[in-house]
């Protein structure tokens, strides 16, 4: 049977520190097979084979420097494998026959290639299109929301989002608009985020992801309230990637609300580090990319004040069919963007 593989290249202080060694130990203590092999431009080439949950396990471990490595940037690519391996095990290259060291060389370029360099640490979604893509599937558009909150899919983006560096990640579930749609739209809306706070519970990010809403809250449900307050108590301490979860949101009403607050608190010579202290997401650093599915090429409203410069990835895909894939894609995307922020370009 075929395994999920992991074909990874690692870059930094990788080579001379016993970093082979430290990993094939992981490997073999977590019970997932490849191997590991020296580049000569000083990087490592690591194939890896196990379940999906062991290997981005393995790219977060991966991460935190094991041993007396320094890790600078990893780039890594999903496929299904043709060879299933029965064990992890440290590739010299003196003992590669010929093929194999074609086949690393053919990898090395192909990932060395993608390098991602810049990594944007907001990266906000804006999840569209989940009627569009039940319609364009013959059944209720009520069913693309179900298929939109996909608890694996979900999973995918947040392991995503963390191996790729990113450390904030917005999700607009509903917004100060949507209360406009009918009463069971909006009823399965909210359920479809208790199940999803369920879900996540009983995942391995739970101990890692760090849960936040973003929004008021005077207009949602005493239950619904109690929940959110719950996962974020629970998960206060995570550091790895920090979730906004953007319910009954809205750019503009954010900002009228924070504005409210600094007049109550007798405010009168208002500054921006004035207004970031008030808006919901005081403490967040503003959003560097923006991401918008089902081809609308328009932000909504969607934090106005914090995405001043943000990027705009729009892509023609509905919120359903996006993945893990599609969020490296725009990752990739904004690796190459010039970010100026009104000056010049370096």
Not at 23 to 47: C, P
Not at 259 to 270: A, H, M, P, Q
Not at 273 to 285: F, H
Not at 301 to 328: S, T, W
Request: hydrophobic fraction near 35%; glycine fraction near 8%.
């Amino acid at each position: 049977m075929n395994k999920n593989e992991l074909e990874i290249e690692v870059f930094g202080r990788v080579q001379g520190v016993g970093f082979r060694l430290t990993v094939e130990s992981y490997a073999k203590k977590e019970g997932f097979t490849g191997f590991i092999v020296n580049r000569d431009m000083g990087s490592v080439i690591i194939l890896a084979q196990g379940t999906k949950k062991k290997l981005n396990s393995f790219l977060s471990w991966l991460q935190t420097n094991p041993g007396f490595s320094r890790i600078d940037s990893l780039q890594y690519n999903w496929r299904t494998n043709i060879k299933n391996y029965d064990d992890f095990k440290i590739i010299r290259k003196k003992n590669l026959i010929s093929e194999q060291a074609r086949n690393f060389y053919n990898l090395g370029k192909y990932l060395v290639g993608k390098k991602i360099v810049k990594v944007p640490q907001h990266v906000a979604i804006i999840p569209d299109g989940n009627r569009r893509w039940a319609r364009s599937q013959g059944t209720h558009s009520e069913f693309g929301h179900y298929k939109a909150i996909n608890i694996q899919n979900m999973l995918d983006i947040f392991h995503e989002a963390q191996n790729l560096g990113v450390k904030y990640l917005s999700f607009w579930g509903f917004s100060t608009e949507n209360w406009k749609r009918n009463k069971i739209e909006v009823s399965m809306l909210f359920k479809l985020f208790y199940e999803f706070a369920d879900l996540f519970r009983n995942s391995d990010l739970a101990e890692k992801v760090r849960f936040k809403h973003i929004g008021r809250k005077d207009r949602l449900s005493k239950r619904l309230i109690e929940e959110i307050n719950k996962l974020e108590e629970e998960t206060q301490n995570n550091s790895d990637l920090t979730f906004l979860i953007c319910l009954d949101y809205g750019g503009r009403d954010e900002i009228v609300r924070a504005v409210n607050r600094l007049i109550k608190e007798g405010k009168k010579n208002i500054n921006e580090e004035d207004l970031s202290r008030y808006l919901d997401t005081a403490g967040v650093p503003d959003v560097d990319l923006i991401i918008r599915t089902s081809g609308e090429c328009r932000t909504s409203g969607f934090m106005p004040y914090q995405a001043v410069y943000a990027e705009l990835f729009f892509i023609e895909k509905h919120f359903p069919d996006f993945n893990a894939d599609d969020l490296r894609k725009a990752v990739e995307w904004y690796n190459g963007r010039d970010r100026r922020f009104g000056g010049n370009s370096k």
